[in-house]
Structures are given as C-alpha cells and as structure tokens.
C-alpha cells in the first residue's frame, strides 16, 4: 500500500515571498503523484502531475514541483505567492498499474498574508 | 458545465436515521468515487466504481453502500447514521486512463447529532 506525508499542516507566508510545501510517499510500487488545490467551499482541482520523463512539472498558475525519487518527494514551490494562492494543497499519489485510486495526504494550509 | 454535481450541500442527521447522497456527472466519465475529508486527515476513499455496474470497497466503507445507477449517477448511502460519519462528503469522477484527473464536486457538508 502507499502513503503519502505532507509534513506542515499550515504555512503562513507573506505576498511575494517564496513558498514550499512538502510531500513525502512511499510506495513499493512505481507510483504517480499529483498536487491538488482546494480553494474554501469548493472541491479539490488538479495543480500538477508527475506520470513519468522530466522530473520537474510545472502549472499553468507558476507552481512547480520536483520528484525526486531517492528521497521519495514530491515538494510543490513557488517563487513569488499571491493572496488568491491561499487555499488547502493535498499531494497524492495513484499507483502505476492495477487498481486506479488516489491516497491523499493530510494537506497543507498555505496562508498569505498581504 | 456543470461537471460534477452533488446534493444536497448540507444535511444534519439524528443518529440512526439514514440518507442517500446524491452525485451525477456530465462528463461521460467511466470512473467515479465518494471520499470524505476530515480535518488533519486528507481525503479518504470510501468506495470506487470502475465503470458502470462495477463498484469496490475504498479505505473506510464500513457503515456505508453505493449504488452505480448508471454511467452518470453515483449515490452513496448511510443506512443507519454515526456521529463518526459526521464529515464533508466529496464525489469524483475521472476516465478509465491512470493518469487522468480527478474531477470533484463542491462537497456534502454532514452533520449527525
């Protein structure tokens, strides 16, 4: 079975300020990992994926994120935040093969702060 | 687009009354899912349906049933509500193809008292 471990519950950052979030996996099999976004009262929406080939994936909205697999992480960053950024980001993880669902992690709670 | 829709958005039990949430999509997607989401714990997978007519236990079925009415409809049912289940319900749904997105509705916020 996988698991996924987002270690900061909440990060307060201020406007224009660089941002991280961690994610941590594990997985006996070759995995997927994904970031999701949920803004208040709203369902999650994808932010990126990582399924295979380069290492770095980037958003459409300047979030990247990095797999690195020795490590097993899926950190997600941002250069420079906005306040409409402030919202729960959830890293996933789906297996590669056999049965297709996603094992979330707790989430992060990034809060910016004008 | 209405993409996924889910009701009712809120709903308060007594405990050992039962309800039915309701999800529908419009996206001819073959997969559907229900997960609940709880504070500190992420999103938890409740139960799965594949494709039509097919449906399997998630992480945390105990307490809940499904029924996959048709290739739109996906219905998950409290036969005999628990404050545990006191939770925000969302449903999913996405292609067949492992690497396609989650698609989610806006959530069922649950209270049992």
């Known amino acids: 079975a996988q698991s996924v471990t987002q270690l900061d519950s909440q990060v307060p950052v201020f406007e224009e300020a660089p941002v991280e979030l961690r994610c941590n996996y594990s997985?006996?099999?070759?995995?997927?990992l994904f970031w999701y976004v949920q803004y208040p009262n709203q369902g999650l929406q994808l932010l990126l994926k990582y399924l295979s080939g380069s290492t770095l994936v980037e958003s459409i909205n300047g979030f990247e994120a990095e797999f690195n697999k020795s490590q097993t992480s899926f950190h997600l960053r941002k250069p420079s935040v906005h306040i409409s950024d402030t919202a729960e980001y959830f890293c996933a993880v789906s297996r590669g093969t056999g049965r297709r669902a996603l094992t979330f992690g707790s989430g992060t709670r990034l809060q910016v702060q004008p | 687009n209405a993409g996924v829709t889910q009701t009712p958005k809120f709903q308060v039990l007594k405990t050992g009354q039962s309800m039915t949430l309701q999800c529908a999509q419009d996206m001819n997607h073959n997969s559907m899912y229900w997960y609940r989401q709880d504070p500190g714990m992420g999103l938890r997978l409740i139960y799965y349906?594949?494709?039509?007519?097919?449906?399997d236990k998630g992480e945390v079925p105990n307490g809940y049933n499904v029924s996959r009415l048709n290739k739109r409809e996906f219905s998950l049912r409290l036969e005999s509500a628990a404050p545990s289940q006191t939770s925000v319900y969302f449903c999913a749904s996405s292609e067949v193809v492992v690497d396609s997105p989650l698609h989610f509705g806006n959530g069922t916020r649950l209270t049992v008292t």
């Open positions: 349906s594949a494709s039509e007519g097919t449906t």
């Open positions: 997985s006996s099999v070759s995995v997927y």
